[in-house]
Every structure is written in C-alpha cells, then in structure tokens.
C-alpha cells in the first residue's frame, strides 16, 4: 500500500510565492509520472504540471514562466514551486503518482488529500 502526503499550502498576496511538497510512502518499485492538478469551486479539476522520468515536464498553459515542477527521487517527493501567484490560482491542489510497487508489474495511480491555495487581491 502507497500513501501521498501534501503539505505547503495556505493564503498569500498576488504576487507572492509558495512551494508544494507531495511525499510517497509505501513498498514503491519505480515512479513513472508525477503530476499536480487543481479544482476550484464548481469547476472541473485540470492538470497544472507533470514530471516523467526520461521524458521531462509539462505545463498548463497559464502557469509557464511561473510554476516549476521538480521531484527528489531519494525522497519520492515531488514539488511545486509557485512564483507570480494570481487570484485565478486559488484553489485545491492535488498530487497524483503513477508508479510500480514491490513485486507487481503493473503501474497503479495514487492520489494525495488535497491542499488549499487562496491567493488574495
């Protein structure tokens, strides 16, 4: 069994900045994929960033320039540091892996509980 742990939410100004940790835990073989997503109020939950081993990150449209995606694989930790922060960021932030655990060969996806973002004006 894997557990996800987030930590490193909270409220900060426009502009300002803050920094996501996402910890796995567990009998983990391999991590393949990291990715953070988040979900406002009555809104859809959209992917905002994702780290692959061998392949390298991606973003959503409206973070380039500003978020940074990076993973500890000592750690299994993965983090998203936010720069530049705008009310339109508010929201819960998910953490998501896909990894392999100790003798499966199959990849299986975990989910962490969620942390909330409040930028203010």
């Known amino acids: 069994q894997v557990h996800l742990v987030e930590s490193g939410g909270g409220l900060v100004q426009a502009g300002g900045s803050l920094r996501l940790s996402c910890a796995a835990s567990?009998?983990?073989?391999?991590?393949?994929?990291m990715v953070w997503y988040r979900q406002a109020p009555g809104k859809q939950r959209v992917l905002v960033a994702s780290?692959?081993?061998?392949?390298?990150?991606n973003y959503l449209d409206s973070v380039k320039g500003r978020f940074t995606i990076s993973r500890d694989n000592n750690k299994n930790t993965v983090y998203l540091q936010m720069n530049s922060l705008k009310p339109e960021d508010t929201a819960v932030y998910y953490c998501?892996?896909?990894?392999?655990?100790?003798?499966?060969?199959?990849?299986?996806?975990?989910w962490g509980q969620g942390t909330q973002v409040t930028v203010s004006s």
């Open positions: 998501n892996v896909v990894l392999r655990e100790v003798g499966d060969t199959n990849f299986h996806n975990y």
């Open positions: 567990g009998s983990i073989f391999s991590i393949n994929t």
């Open positions: 780290i692959t081993s061998g392949v390298g990150t």
